[in-house]
Every structure is written in C-alpha cells, then in structure tokens.
C-alpha cells in the first residue's frame, strides 16, 4: 500500500532554517509528481508546493515563493522541503502527498513550529 512518512518538523527562529523530509513507499515513486501542503492552527489545508516526477519541474505558493525549495532523490524514494528565512507564519503541520488516478495520499505530518 501507500505509505508516505514525514519527518524533519521542529523547532525554528524566525530567519532561520528547517528541511523536511517525506519517505515513500508502496508505488512506482519516480513515475509521480510529489507535493507539500501545510495547515496552520484554526487555517484550512494550504498547497504549498510541487515537483514533476523527474524533478526537472518545481512549483511554488506565493507565500513560501524565494525562500523555500523542493527536491527530490528518485533513488532513495524521498521528496524534500527546504525551508529558508521562516516566517512565524510558515508554523504548521506539514504534509507529503501524491496524486493517484483515484484519490490523493497523504502522510501523517510533521509539526514546524517557528518562534523566538
């Protein structure tokens, strides 16, 4: 089955850096485009950014557009979010997806929090 598994979440100063990671499992991963989004406390599920199948084509929120940078290691089933001059608002739980023809996977999330 489809398995994705974020990790990397923590705790980050404004200004400063965090990488998220999300490992996946139980498909043809290299076939796929992968994607984060992210829900803040009380905020609705924002699509945050995008990556073709063969990483040669990314894409990003206006929000995080500058600052963050998504990536992907075929060999090692793993899609990246580096995340550069955070802002308090970029504190969320993150999440991983992949888009099949019957419905969007998701991971469990990891939890980015940004403060002083």
């Known amino acids: 089955q489809v398995q994705l598994v974020e990790s990397g979440g923590g705790l980050a100063q404004p200004g400063g850096s965090l990488r998220v990671s999300c490992a996946a499992s139980?498909?043809?991963?290299?076939?796929?485009?992968m994607g984060w989004a992210r829900q803040a406390p009380g905020k609705g599920l924002e699509w945050v950014s995008g990556i073709s199948s063969d990483g040669s084509d990314t894409y990003y929120a206006d929000s995080v557009k500058g600052r963050f940078t998504i990536s992907r290691d075929n060999a090692t089933n793993t899609v990246y979010l580096q995340m550069d001059i955070v802002k308090p608002e970029d504190a969320a739980v993150y999440y991983c997806?992949?888009?099949?023809?019957?419905?969007?996977?998701w991971g469990q999330g990891t939890q980015v929090t940004v403060s002083s």
């Open positions: 139980g498909f043809t991963f290299s076939s796929y485009a």
């Open positions: 997806n992949v888009a099949a023809l019957t419905r969007v996977y």
